[in-house]
């Protein structure tokens, strides 16, 4: 069965760096496109991120400050989020797509696997 189990989620302050990881079991990364999503209270998911086999894409909204990154001998998918600000407060996912098409990854919807979320706040 497949598992994405999120970690490195916390309390920070604004202008502070954290660093997610996603572990994956029973599913091989560097053969899925994989992404971040994120939701904050009373919002809905919204993509952070996404890595295809040959292609990264980033929200605008983390652009510049938000980097995701794969170690495939480890089998676990990252994302490192740097000058964070109190909007970036959201329960965190990782998630994990059989396609690499685009214009899909950009939706909630086309993911396959899922992650139980981790909460990330940051104060002003």
């Known amino acids: 069965q497949v598992q994405l189990v999120e970690s490195g989620g916390g309390l920070v302050q604004a202008g502070d760096s954290l660093r997610l990881s996603c572990a994956a079991s029973?599913?091989?990364?560097?053969?899925?496109?994989m992404g971040w999503f994120r939701q904050a209270p009373g919002k809905e998911r919204e993509l952070v991120a996404f890595s295809s086999w040959w292609t990264d894409y980033y929200a605008e909204s983390v652009k510049g400050r938000f980097t995701i990154s794969r170690d495939n001998a480890k089998n676990t998918m990252y994302l490192q989020m740097n000058s964070l600000k109190p909007e970036d407060t959201a329960v965190y996912f990782c998630?994990?797509?059989?396609?690499?098409?685009?214009?899909?990854?950009?939706?909630?919807?086309?993911?396959?696997?899922w992650g139980q979320g981790t909460q990330v706040t940051v104060s002003s």
């Open positions: 998630a994990a797509a059989k396609t690499a098409l685009l214009r899909l990854l950009k939706l909630s919807a086309t993911y396959d696997y």
């Open positions: 029973e599913l091989t990364i560097s053969s899925i496109s």
